[in-house]
């Protein structure tokens, strides 16, 4: 019989620098939670309201809720912030 590891994302890890990130990836929303350190009810109240400044694209496949990891990654990008002086400090 043959193991495979399975590699578990993290929220030190980029999108663009996960080792299994073709573009293609879904992630449901306990997945998307641990990959960002934020709680899974923090994505379920920003479906619930809407909008595309809530949080990443997510799609409705069946009754599953699906986020893929490319739109997750345009998401945190969009969020990202720099000091002043756009240098740290």
Not at 28 to 38: P, W
Not at 48 to 63: E, F, M, Q, S
Request: glycine share 8%; hydrophobic share 30%.
């Amino acid at each position: 019989m043959v193991h495979h590891a399975q590699h578990q994302s993290t929220a030190a890890e980029t999108p663009e620098h996960s080792p299994k990130d073709d573009g293609n990836q879904w992630l449901c929303t306990k997945e998307l939670a641990e990959y960002t350190g934020l709680s899974a009810s923090f994505f379920e109240k920003r479906r619930a309201k809407g909008g595309p400044k809530d949080g990443p694209i997510w799609y409705r496949l069946g009754r599953v809720i699906r986020y893929k990891l490319q739109d997750v990654s345009l998401w945190l990008k969009a969020r990202r912030c720099e000091p002043e002086g756009g240098q740290d400090d």
